[in-house]
DNA sequence: GCCACGGATGAAACTTACTTTCAGCAGGCG
DNA sequence: CGCCTGCTGAAAGTAAGTTTCATCCGTGGC
């Protein structure tokens, strides 16, 4: 046993493939037809039977087991697990997606979608890591204590602030959403201490919002900007800002990113809320669920 | 696919794992608890013998067979390879956030937040992964020749609905978003052959939609439903279809997850759209930036 | 309320895959 | 030349996976 009762760990902690690379030349000649067949092409390996893997290396089945004990394996199902595991892992990641990049003329939909996810994906991820706890919780705080909360935002950012109107609504809360200028501003100048104005805008700059915002801070609210640019002009006027994190968008992604980053702010707005008060936030959800539950068919179908 | 000439594809091949949960519903229930226990820890699974498994959902191997071919597998051996793949792929992230998982009651916002991002980013990535391109290009090319599209959505879809509305409005595209049912109705008795109808429900359930869905595909209107499950009822009524992958949702996520998801499926139809003739969108959405650039104010500050 | 039906389910029979045993055989060495 | 040693595959044995089938349970029709 050249090979064996030694302590030498049969640890192969990077890579099984590796591992039995290594071990090639100290296994027996019809293990090493196995071991070159297994190392060639792993996912494959994997696939196939023991049988079926013998018959390949022009052996037995049973010197395909003495192959997997000789690289430490218990046996051939463990082996083809390990194989499955090392090749998926060997796949080669995304390809050269340009972040915030342009999507190329000639792309076909698999690429126009892989792009647009990565980018979407990122903008989610990238939120969330700048976004600033200490400001989510003081906005928290202060959307939890507040008499009544209204929430601005005009064209695409108006879907954003419509959900989180109806998220906090869900929950109890005392929310408003306007579509329009006019009644928002109406809405601002009732506002007084104690309540709270989120004026929504990717920009920054959508002069509507920052006008209705600016009313409520001079009435004494406590003014939230949600927006993609940290020194844009919505946040002169406002008391806590958080920032969403999409790269410039190209106009052909139709600014979806920014979209989920600001979704994905107000979500972490609303659970912070809700767990605020976990029992009532629950309780309210319930009850709404269970209202539209008359407007739901039968389950989903069994089998193909 | 036993059912109807269906364009929708057993495709899965980005994540299995995803395809598993997006199925849940569609399984009988001993099959749900043989995927419950594969979804929560596929490496697990794939470790563990058929008889194991079996054991630990507390039924029979016979079962547990029946959901490998349920999810489109061969049988046992396949689908514990080809979790273990999954498993080695997804390189664990390092803390505990449980995907898909709930946020434990002492979370602080920071947690809180890494928890949503994480799992709102995973849902994009792996919506893109399962989206089939074949089927997008053909719904892209439906709604490229559609006289007339109509988008059908209540409830949380509703804003997706509205906002994918909105997007082929600015390229120029002829589309309607209905907020009421009947209204919705009406508008489905009006389509013919040519048009397109584009229904959307998470939960695949929503009477009101697929009832409208239903109409329009009964005038001969490309139907395309957009769902998180892939035999839901609105699956029916569909010629099309195209699902998300959110995992499901606990309450407290505020479902923001399916609504990301949703819109990065929109996203890619319209980019789709909006590539088969750059020229004219391109122009079409400068001029609709235009159009709102006097409601913006000056740029963003420079310096602090 | 009863019955027929269809789907879900697990026990058991069955098949296939994996593992062990063992005898043959090739090469090396006394 | 004969014996030993280690490699090898055939075949036996065991475990894993798959199929079949009887039973059960809920549903809808009469």
């Known amino acids: 046993m050249a090979k064996s009762p030694k302590i030498s760990a049969s640890h192969e902690p990077g890579g099984l493939i590796v591992h039995i690379s290594g071990l090639l030349p100290s296994l027996s000649p ?3 037809r196995v071991a070159r067949l297994v190392v060639s092409d792993p996912a ?4 196939r039977t023991i049988t079926d893997l013998a018959t390949a290396a022009e052996t037995s089945e049973a010197t395909v087991i003495r192959f997997c004990r000789s690289v430490g394996m218990d046996g051939y199902p463990q082996l083809r697990i390990r194989l499955a ?3 998926a892992r060997r796949i080669e990641p995304p390809d050269a997606r340009v972040v915030g990049g342009d999507i190329p003329p000639g792309a076909d939909l ?16 990238e939120t969330a890591e700048q976004l600033d706890p200490a400001v989510c919780e ?13 929430i601005y935002g005009a064209g695409a950012s108006g879907f954003v602030a419509s959900d989180f109107q109806q998220k906090l609504h869900r929950i109890g809360r005392i929310a408003f959403y306007f579509p329009d200028v006019h009644t928002a501003l109406t809405s601002a100048a009732l506002l007084g201490r104690g309540d709270v104005a989120i004026g929504i805008s990717h920009t920054g700059t959508t002069s509507d919002v920052i006008e209705v915002l600016e009313q409520a801070r001079t009435r004494g609210a406590a003014t939230v900007a949600l927006t993609n640019f940290p020194r844009s002009p919505i946040t002169d006027v406002a008391d806590f800002v958080l ?16 979209r989920l980053a600001q979704l994905t702010v107000v979500d972490c707005l609303f659970v912070g809320v809700a767990a605020r008060n976990r029992a009532r936030a629950r309780k309210a959800l319930e009850a709404t669920a269970e209202a539209v539950q008359s407007h739901r068919v039968g389950a989903n179908r069994r089998r193909a």
């Not at 494959?44 to 696939?47: D, I, K, L, W």
């Open 243 to 258: 920032t969403t994190a999409a790269r410039e968008t190209t106009y052909r992604s139709g600014a979806t990113a920014s």
């Open 85 to 87: 595991a090392e090749a």
């Open 138 to 150: 003081q906005v928290v705080e202060a959307i939890s204590g507040a008499a009544r909360i209204d």
């Open 110 to 125: 698999a690429q126009i979608i892989a792009t647009i996810a990565f980018n979407d994906a990122r903008a989610v991820e």
């Open 44 to 47: 494959a390996a994997a696939r």
């Open 30 to 32: 019809a293990e090493q």
